[in-house]
Structures are given as structure tokens and as C-alpha cells.
């Protein structure tokens, strides 16, 4: 594919393509897959401790020597208000009756926001790409990451966003559409006003900033690609494509679920982390949407439902599995990373030829 963009030249990507860091999804193995094929591939760190983060970013590095991304969050501490952990327990106790659990637990910490620790692995290991949802580090370490030769990257879901990022010293914006699966990154605008699809965002985003956009949300083939190439994106980022890859963690019950989901099957839901986020859905968020305004601050619910995803992947159902997706689940293909890079990359060309 002959397509080249700021963020292929600065990167040495064979093609436009970037995959969703996706955290408790993404592996070494996929990441390192998708890089080696051509694209950037992307590890998803906010559940790893400073340990773990640096045995993964090892592990990728030494699977592929060509560039991939390490994703963090950055979100404030929250404060637990309990009266709502309160209700939100007692909504929650019918479940776990019904699974034969204990007492549903305190709520706790599961995502990790962005701290001096894992700063200091990032700095260590000196991945060629960090990226950051839900805002951004503190100025001084975003610096040091910028001049320990790290390309940075940053999620906005408005305009607004995009601007603050780009003054903020990102280099890279990830224009998310509201069709993106997995947790909205937005940071700055109010929730309401940030649910802008990605063919009406991504262009507004490429006239308000002088860097490079990335375009994320929806985007589950080559046309999709060659679409947002088309509005001015240097890239596209595909998360739900790489679900059903061979190397993602996704279990059997969550692929089987992406396999059978249609355009109009997911929600943004607050329910299993307290932030929105997209999810196929399944029995506890068809059940539990009413009561969302219950829901513990972000990402204190975490810990509170994990037990009944665990208890549903026992029995092989997908009832409490948080079944992040987009809404171009339809389009996703169960093969190799490498053969979905592959592919799409055919797709894209074929696209743009037509044109």
C-alpha cells in the first residue's frame, strides 16, 4: 500500500493502521503482531502495576523490533460517596445471590491513573509511543517523556479537546467518534456534548490543529480507513477488529458474542466502571441501565462486579462479561492479527482506488 502520512513517516509504519490499546484485551503477542505486519501496535496498561508494565513492555520488545504504543489513563482519585456504593451494593446483591457468591466487596481501584512509578518504566524502557485516555500527566512529566524521544499520543471526543491537547505539548490526536467501543476518553467537555460521530469529528479535528489525527470509532474495514485518510487522519485506530484476533486475551464467550453482534447492539455504559464506555450488551446492562445514576464514581465499581464476570466466565456466559465494542462489530474477523493488518491494508488500497 503506497498511502504514507506524517505518522507513517515519523513512525516507519508500512501502513495507516493503529491498534486500540485496549487494556485486559491486548498482549504482548498482538501488539508485537501488528507491528511486525506494518501497523502500530498498542498495549493497554491501566491495570498493570509498575512490575507488570515493564515485564509487558519487555515481552512486546522482544517479540518485534519496529514501533508499538503503551497506553495509560489519567484520571483523578475518586471519592467514594456512600450512599451511592450503598445502592449500589444492594442492587447488585440479587446477582450475586443468584451466583452463590459472598457479600458483594468494597469498592476499589482496578484502572490505575498515570503516576511517578510507571513514569519511571516508561523512561526506562523508552517505548517509541505513549498515549494517554481520559486527559493528561502532569506538564512536567509529559516533557520528559517528549524528551526521552517517546512520540506522544492523547484522546480527545471534541474540538475543544483536540485544541487543549495540541497546546498541552501532544503531538498526536486521537479524534475518538462516539461509535468507538470501549470507555469514551472524554476529558475536558461535558459528557452530553461530547458524543460526535467520527466522519463529523475527524475533519473538524484536522482544521483545528497543525498535528497529526488519528481517526477512532466505527472503523472496521478498509473503506472505513480510506474514509477518515480521505477527511484529512494521517491514521485509523481499530479496537473491535482486533478482539476477535488470535492473539488478543478476548475469552471464547466475549468473541462468540462480537461474532453474533449487529450495528445497533451496543450502549455506552457506566455500569461496570463507573466511566461510559461502549459494550456490547448483555444481561447485566439490559438489566441494571435504569440504576445507572447509582453507580459509584469511576473506577471505584470495578471490584464491586468483578466477581460476577468471573462467575459468569465459569459458566460460560456472558451475562456480566463487559463486552467492549463498537458499533462496526459486524465487520470484525476472527484470524491472525497479522492476517486482519494484512487484509485491511488490501481493503484500504482497493477503497482508495475507487475513488
Not at 524502557?125 to 526521552?148: Q, Y
Not at 480521505?230 to 482486533?242: D, E, H
Not at 441501565?289 to 471490584?303: C, I, K, R, S
Not at 465494542?325 to 487484509?343: F, K, N, Y
Amino acid at each position: 500500500m503506497a498511502v504514507r502520512t506524517a505518522l507513517t513517516e515519523r513512525l516507519g509504519l508500512e501502513l495507516p493502521i493503529v491498534q486500540a490499546p485496549m487494556a485486559g484485551v491486548a498482549t504482548p503477542a498482538l501488539a508485537a503482531a501488528v507491528s511486525n505486519a506494518g501497523g502500530l501496535g498498542s498495549l493497554g496498561s491501566a491495570t498493570l502495576d509498575a512490575e507488570a508494565l515493564a515485564g509487558q513492555i519487555a515481552e512486546a520488545g522482544s517479540l518485534t523490533q519496529r514501533p508499538f504504543n503503551v497506553n495509560f489513563f489519567c484520571h483523578e482519585r475518586p471519592q467514594d460517596d456512600q450512599a451511592r456504593t450503598a445502592a449500589f451494593r444492594a442492587r447488585l446483591a440479587g446477582y450475586y445471590a443468584e451466583e452463590n457468591l459472598a457479600a458483594v466487596p468494597d469498592p476499589g481501584e482496578s484502572y490505575l491513573p498515570f503516576d511517578e512509578a510507571r513514569l519511571a518504566v516508561v523512561l526506562e524502557a523508552r517505548p517509541a509511543v505513549v498515549s494517554f485516555h481520559f486527559g493528561l500527566p502532569r506538564a512536567e512529566w509529559l516533557a520528559t517523556i517528549r524528551e526521552a524521544g517517546c512520540l506522544t499520543l492523547a484522546t480527545a471526543t471534541t474540538v475543544e479537546e483536540a485544541r487543549a491537547l495540541e497546546a498541552a505539548g501532544i503531538e498526536v490526536i486521537v479524534a475518538q467518534g462516539w461509535e468507538a467501543g470501549g470507555h469514551r476518553g472524554t476529558f475536558r467537555t461535558p459528557f452530553e456534548r461530547a458524543q460526535v460521530g467520527t466522519l463529523a469529528l475527524v475533519p473538524q479535528v484536522v482544521d483545528a490543529v497543525a498535528c497529526p489525527v488519528v481517526a477512532a470509532g466505527g472503523i472496521g474495514d478498509g473503506r472505513g480507513i480510506a474514509a477518515v485518510l480521505t477527511l484529512g487522519a494521517a491514521a485509523a485506530q481499530l479496537g473491535t477488529s482486533f478482539v476477535a484476533a488470535a492473539e488478543s486475551a478476548a475469552p471464547a464467550l466475549y468473541r462468540a458474542a462480537l461474532a453474533g453482534a449487529g450495528e445497533a447492539d451496543t450502549r455506552v455504559t457506566r455500569l461496570f466502571t463507573g466511566r461510559p464506555a461502549r459494550a456490547l450488551v448483555a444481561r447485566y446492562v439490559a438489566e441494571m441501565t435504569p440504576h445507572e445514576t447509582e453507580v459509584p464514581d469511576y473506577p471505584l465499581p470495578g471490584p464491586m462486579v468483578r466477581p460476577l464476570t468471573e462467575a459468569g466466565l465459569k459458566r460460560g456466559v456472558p451475562d456480566f462479561h463487559p463486552l467492549w465494542s463498537g458499533q462496526a462489530a459486524r465487520l470484525a474477523r476472527a484470524e491472525p492479527a497479522a492476517a486482519i493488518v494484512a487484509r485491511l491494508g488490501r481493503e484500504t488500497e482497493a477503497a482508495l482506488h475507487r475513488r
